[in-house]
């Protein structure tokens, strides 16, 4: 009897927090929970851009991404230069942010963008996350900033 009653409380806070995901959005496999399931990851370890981390990463990355990622750590700049990529292009800051929100995505076809806003101490900004869809799974194919070149144009222009 006692483990019933335990049991139903614990039975229904799952369920409506399950609801909630979906009425927001949250479809299980979405393009949004993907990257959601990303920067959740991101964010619970070390955010820096080494080639470590892009490995530990390797199940959200496209198969091509990883392959530049991979490309550009294999050859680094001379020691007296700056690297082509400073900071995290994943989060596009060098002061890494505190928290993120993932917003509603847009598909066409195999190919989709995720907005998501990062806040930290003193900015708040967007990326745009584009994603393709791989067999049953979205994964990263890129990650445009602001203004700026993406993740890949970076990579590319740095492996040339």
Same mark, same amino acid.
């Given at each position: 009897?006692?483990?019933?009653?335990?049991?139903?409380?614990?039975?229904?806070?799952?369920?409506?927090?399950?609801?909630?995901?979906?009425?927001?959005?949250?479809?299980?496999?979405?393009?949004?929970?993907?990257?959601?399931?990303?920067?959740?990851?991101?964010?619970?370890?070390?955010?820096?851009?080494?080639?470590?981390?892009?490995?530990?990463?390797?199940?959200?990355?496209? %198969?091509?991404?990883?392959?530049?990622?991979?490309?550009?750590?294999?050859? %680094?700049?001379?020691?007296?230069?700056?690297?082509?990529?400073?900071?995290?292009?994943?989060?596009?800051?060098?002061?890494?942010?505190?928290?993120?929100?993932?917003?509603?995505?847009?598909?066409?076809? %195999?190919?989709?963008?995720?907005?998501?806003?990062?806040?930290? %101490?003193?900015?708040?900004?967007?990326?745009?996350?584009?994603?393709?869809?791989?067999?049953?799974?979205?994964?990263?194919?890129?990650?445009?900033?602001?203004?700026?070149?993406?993740?890949?144009?970076?990579?590319?222009?740095?492996?040339?």
């Amino acid at each position: 009897m006692k483990t019933r009653s335990v049991l139903a409380p614990v039975i229904f806070a799952v369920m409506a927090a399950a609801s909630l995901r979906l009425a927001a959005g949250w479809l299980p496999g979405s393009p949004r929970a993907a990257v959601h399931d990303f920067y959740t990851y991101h964010f619970a370890h070390d955010m820096a851009f080494t080639a470590e981390g892009v490995e530990q990463r390797a199940a959200w990355l496209a %198969p091509d991404l990883l392959a530049l990622c991979r490309i550009y750590f294999a050859h %680094p700049p001379p020691p007296d230069e700056a690297p082509m990529i400073d900071g995290d292009p994943f989060t596009d800051s060098q002061e890494y942010p505190t928290s993120f929100e993932v917003h509603r995505e847009r598909t066409v076809g %195999p190919f989709a963008r995720v907005s998501v806003t990062f806040v930290g %101490p003193s900015f708040r900004r967007i990326v745009e996350v584009r994603l393709t869809r791989t067999g049953s799974s979205w994964l990263i194919t890129d990650v445009a900033r602001q203004g700026e070149l993406s993740l890949r144009d970076l990579l590319e222009m740095a492996v040339r």
